[in-house]
């Protein structure tokens, strides 16, 4: 199953497995999984909750303090022997429906965050708290991809791709933030 997943998706449980084992944790669960998810570069989730007027690092303190508060294991852990708990498999499997329902081939990040903010879990209590409710997250997702189906293992980089490689003049322009071009002949 792990082949249905984005590349990213793939690196945020891989990360969720380092963040438990370097708090000395042996079970991955949503928390582990919500401080992966924001922590990765050019996160759609962190774009998301930018939208909603959250501060990640917030959220990702918030989650890593509770983090703090699971149990801990003495012996030295290796990431094979990291595992997932049924809070994590809840999340990966409600991102697999949400897959199937958006009809995505792949299961990507965001499908795991909108599986956490539905997962009756303290990742979910957390995004709750700050005011992130899944209907929200959805219409801001559906926004950001425009509707655009995952259907190969690296889809982020459809999203956003005139914001990316290109400059809004007219929003510059609004600002007062272009130069005049008067006494520019030879350049125009």
């Known amino acids: 199953m792990f082949d249905k997943f984005t590349h ?4 945020a449980i891989i990360n969720a497995q380092v963040i ?27 774009a998301i909750l ?12 918030k989650a890593e303090s509770a983090i703090e508060q699971l149990p801990k294991i003495q012996v030295e852990v290796s990431v094979g022997m990291v595992q997932g708990t049924a809070e994590m498999a809840e999340v990966v499997e409600g991102a697999h429906r949400l897959a199937t329902k958006m009809k995505d081939d792949f299961i990507s990040t965001e ?22 409710l899944y ?13 655009q189906p995952i259907d190969t293992p690296s ?13 809004d003049l ?5 600002k007062n933030k272009l130069d ?9």
Do not use: C
């Open 20 to 46: 438990a084992q370097e708090f000395g944790q042996q079970h991955i669960n949503a928390l582990h999984m919500l401080v992966a998810l924001i922590e990765q570069p050019d996160s759609l989730v962190r």
């Open 50 to 61: 930018e939208k909603l007027k959250v501060d990640s690092d917030i959220v990702r303190e």
């Open 180 to 188: 005049p071009v008067v006494g520019r002949d030879d350049e125009v």
């Open 111 to 132: 499908h795991l965050f909108l599986a956490i903010l539905e997962s009756k879990s303290s990742a979910q209590q957390i995004l709750t708290d700050l005011k992130v």
């Open 155 to 167: 889809p982020e980089n459809k999203y956003k791709a005139l914001e990316k490689y290109t400059i």
């Open 135 to 147: 209907p929200e997250a959805l219409a801001i997702l559906n926004e950001v991809r425009a509707n």
């Open 170 to 174: 007219t929003d510059l322009a609004q």
């Open 8 to 11: 990213k998706a793939q690196e």
